[in-house]
């Protein structure tokens, strides 16, 4: 083979490089899907209506494909296939009826099989409020609603990790009103993010409160946060950063 030639087949396998590379990365990634799911069986959150849309809307701004449900039939591991993560936003169930919870039978098998192949869990206040009498949901979202104050009190939040993607760009203290959760079963050795001073919201507790955790979950990245009782949560600027960052976060972006 010439020298010329030799050159002309180099040339021609690195401009077939470059435009390969060139077209990789002008190939946006993937959007990403996530499931909204909004039903009850037991108090129903009047802030589930402008939380949806304000998510739904956040969702688009950040190229974000957000589809809401309150059909507990999505729950099959057909149906789940399409997507990445679920959002269950105060989906809450009566603690007194067994009968109220929807994860029944396949459903049950269809999560944790969503869970395994690593699809992501973000839980918002009444989320935490719900299936009392499936120990593996609450072990999923990290612990179980116990009481609250009463009201929603103003309270002070302290931000314990402000490198975590969901409290990066927070102040180290907020003062807010919410309804502020106690918990049971509350799995210490998750990864706490914020928490409330109990005695700012007329409590005599000496210990701070959890609010918000993330743990790794059998597979799954899990954000939960107490947050997002008032309608007014959903048009605070740090608590919608907060609820996307925890998205981001599962969603491995």
Do not use: C
């Not at 009201?151 to 009103?177: E, F, Q």
Request: avoid cysteine; hydrophobic fraction near 35%.
């Amino acid at each position: 083979m010439s020298l010329m030639r030799m050159m002309r087949l180099l040339l021609a396998a690195l401009l077939g490089l470059a435009l390969t590379t060139t077209a990789y990365a002008a190939r946006p990634p993937r959007q990403k899907h996530v499931l909204l799911y909004t039903q009850t069986t037991g108090y129903r959150h009047a802030s589930i209506e402008p939380g949806s849309a304000a998510i739904i809307e956040m969702g688009k701004r950040q190229h974000i494909s957000i589809v809401r449900s309150e059909d507990p039939n999505v729950f099959s591991t057909a149906r789940l296939k399409g997507y990445d993560a679920i959002i269950f936003l105060s989906t809450t169930t009566d603690p007194k009826k067994p009968e109220s919870e929807w994860f029944q039978g396949e459903r049950r098998t269809a999560l944790q099989n969503f869970v395994h192949r690593g699809g992501g869990i973000v839980g918002i206040h009444g989320a935490s409020d719900s299936h009392y009498h499936w120990p593996w949901y609450q072990q999923l979202i990290g612990a179980h609603f116990l009481r609250h104050p009463q009201g929603t009190p103003m309270g002070v939040i302290s931000v314990l990790d402000r490198t975590h993607r969901s409290t990066a760009g927070l102040p180290a203290k907020i003062k807010r009103s919410d309804e502020w959760y106690y918990f049971d079963d509350y799995n210490p050795e998750m990864h706490l993010l914020i928490t409330v001073d109990p005695q700012s919201i007329g409590q005599e507790d000496v210990n701070p409160n959890p609010v918000s955790w993330t743990q790794n979950f059998e597979g799954a990245r899990v954000f939960y946060t107490a947050m997002g009782h008032t309608d007014e949560s959903y048009s605070d600027e740090y608590i919608m950063k907060h609820i996307f960052g925890g998205l981001n976060w599962v969603l491995k972006r």
